[in-house]
């Protein structure tokens, strides 16, 4: 019945007069039955139309500021996060284009009602590049993000991201991005903010991009308790399938990024005792500890 009360709620958004009538929860249904296609639909144009009518919604009425009040509770296809003083809140999503790329889309909505939309680039980064520069929102490196840290830098806030990044049929990827906003309140992608440990090369990146096989999992979470960012320990491999070229896997070790004085400092092999810690209590997908919210 929902599905039926959705597909003749979207046959209204095409009738001219009867868009400005519709309520948020309305669209909501609209933006969750396009979800649906983008997720689920086999033609791959229809899956684009649904992601450019997603789009256009959150460009038309995301800019209106009784909106940034209004919840998405049916559209559960999207990732939205809000810092703990909710002054925004960023929304990303996945588009499948085919078995070997992805798409990403979303933007940030202000308090205020202003959305700034993003323009995936991450399908140009081929080898793990853009890591030493900062990014504007037209050079976004798309990922569907799943936890916002609130940080705050000799008084200035930023914010830590991490995302997931379906990237190829052989390879996936993990980032670790950093949020900040400019003079004009313009989203800025990448910060100097992680300190090097004594085994790292010598520049520091702006953000980290972590390429693995597809056919294994990477850890890469929150330790409430240690205050902690916790990831699996990478490693070069030649390919595994033909075609896939090199690639990387974990090794059973673990690193971390411990968050000291508004920086990230990088640790390059975690102790037994907090990877024995980090495998029972790594934060489950759907919650947030401590920083950030997630849109209930």
């Given amino acids: 019945m929902n599905k039926i009360i959705a597909l003749f709620l979207v046959f209204l958004v095409h009738e001219k007069g009867l868009t400005q009538r519709l309520s948020w929860a ?73 078995n070997n790329s992805y798409r990403y889309y979303g933007g940030i909505q202000k308090s205020n009602g202003v959305f700034i939309p993003f323009t995936d680039r991450s399908y140009e980064n081929e080898e793990e590049g853009l890591t030493n520069e900062e990014l504007r929102a037209e050079e976004w490196q798309g990922a569907l993000y799943y936890r916002l840290f609130d940080c705050k830098l000799k008084g200035k806030p930023y914010y830590l991201l991490l995302g997931f990044n379906g990237y190829s049929f052989f390879n996936k990827r993990k980032t670790i991005e950093i949020l900040s906003f400019d003079a004009n309140d313009q989203p800025l992608f990448g910060k100097d903010v992680f300190i090097k440990d004594s085994t790292d090369g010598a520049d520091i990146p702006l953000r980290y991009i972590f390429t693995y096989s597809a056919d294994v999992s990477m850890q890469l979470n929150y330790e409430k308790e240690e205050d902690l960012l916790i990831l699996d320990h990478l490693i070069p491999m030649s390919e595994i399938y033909k075609g896939q070229g090199q690639t990387a896997v974990p090794d059973g070790t673990y690193e971390a990024f411990q968050y000291k004085k508004g920086r990230w400092k990088h640790i390059s092999f975690l102790p037994q005792r907090f990877m024995n810690k980090s495998e029972m209590n790594s934060i489950p997908k759907n919650k947030t500890k401590q920083f950030g919210r997630t849109e209930e």
């Fill in 26 to 98: 309305q669209w909501d249904k609209i933006i969750s039955q396009k979800g649906e296609t983008i997720l689920s639909d086999t033609i791959a144009q229809h899956r684009q139309e649904a992601v450019d009518f997603v789009m256009d919604f959150f460009n038309e009425h995301l800019n209106d500021p009784t909106s940034f009040q209004e919840k998405f509770i049916d559209s559960k296809f999207l990732s939205i996060l809000y810092p703990e003083d909710s002054s925004f809140r960023i929304i990303t999503g996945q588009l499948f284009i085919d």
